[in-house]
């Protein structure tokens, strides 16, 4: 067949008028001109392509239709290769996952833990599927070159909240009233350790004020995440304390006030968490025990038995044992000037003497050993072996903010203070405003 078939032949009749009026007969005898188009071509491969994808998209949902699910439950004592044998998979095959480079992803398995395994009709294994959290899990699949570990994580929504509440009483169930998490509360306790004593110096109608994020999955609540920014009153509201995040890459560097000073200082402004002071520093005070006046050169907190003890700074434990006064102690070295002593411990933490710890380390439990009418722990604060007051001395703090983050935090937390400044029982701030 010749070329002209694969052609359609359109003709045109073309009309050339003169500039005057010409006569219905000169028109009718108009010559008459062809033009000769081609038909569009023809993309041979477009129809192939899309046959192709449609079927191995079809072999691939016939192998899975042939492959069979099971729901494995990790027991006590349970492993992987106890999970897999269950299902009939071969030794061979957990021996080649186990070798895997990241296979410690499935390999760490706990008591309750649930596994998905799907195998084809020769029982060999597919696919594992890990759900690790409800935004977390790993996935095995098998592929041309062997088995592959794969993260899967989902997309979470964040959304940032409020919360107001006035202390008329603990803090704890102040900032539980208002609504924030446990996590949420000990995190906005960690942040202001340093610099408010939760037992002494809050008072009633003292508030509390904070912006932070809640993270949602589909709709459904997982928990708090980071406190945004923070702000607590003192000494009936004379004193306001604030606190400002900053991030980089979704990581928490670090807490700052409004003038960019660090939060965290070289110590810890207590080393209990809620319980109250008993005796204060005092250059003369009646001991109930001795019965004579003397000087009382540290501060006694009361609370239950056991209580935990943390180490108020960086150091390395120089002494531990038990004397007539103290009962069991412990004291602990600070950058060469300082030093802090524990006393009347009912019992010792895992450190021994000559280890180092860290700020916040439990290093005992509170007791009533040594010279003691109650359950308390005796603490003292050193500056070149003299004893000062640990409710009123000034810490050395930590670093400000860095340079390079500088004009970003002054301006967040400008906002975020503005914010704070607003906010009250009645007031609703618009959310999501970060």
Known sequence: MSSNSTKITYTFALMILSMSLAPLSALANAPLK?????????????????T?????????????????????????NDSLSTALYRVNINASTTYHLGHLKNSNLITNLRVGDKLKIWVDKHDKLQRILYPKSKTLAYEVIKTDNGYQIHEKKAKVEIRTETAFATING??????KR???????????????????????QLRKGDTLKVIYETRYLNGEYLGDGDILAAQITTNKGQNVHNAFILRKNKEV???YDDKGHNLKKAFLRAPVDYVRIT?????????????????HRGVDYGGPLNTPIHVTGNGKIVARGKARGYGNYIKVQHAGKYLTVYGHLNKFGKYRRGQFVKQGDVIGYMGQTGLATGVHLHYEFRIN???????????????????????????????????????????QIVRNFE
């Open 253 to 255: 560097i670090g807490f």
């Open 178 to 200: 208002a609504g924030l998490s446990a996590k949420s509360i000990m995190q906005i306790a960690d942040m202001f350790a340093w610099d408010i004593d939760f037992i002494r």
């Open 279 to 295: 005796s204060k520093f005092t250059p003369r005070r009646f001991h109930p025990i001795l019965k004579k006046w003397r000087s």
């Open 34 to 50: 062809t033009i000769t188009l081609p038909l569009p071509e023809i993309n041979k491969g477009f129809d192939k392509k899309t």
């Open 52 to 76: 192709d994808e449609a079927t191995a998209e079809a072999k691939d949902q016939s192998k899975e239709i042939n492959w069979q699910e099971h729901t494995v439950k990790i027991g006590k």
């Open 385 to 427: 072996g003299k004893h000062v007051d640990p409710l009123k001395v000034k810490f050395p703090a930590a670093g400000p903010v860095p340079k390079k983050y500088r004009n970003e935090f002054k301006k967040k937390s400008h906002f975020f203070l503005t914010q704070l400044n607003r906010l009250d029982a009645p007031t």
């Open 170 to 175: 603990p803090f704890y169930l102040a900032a």
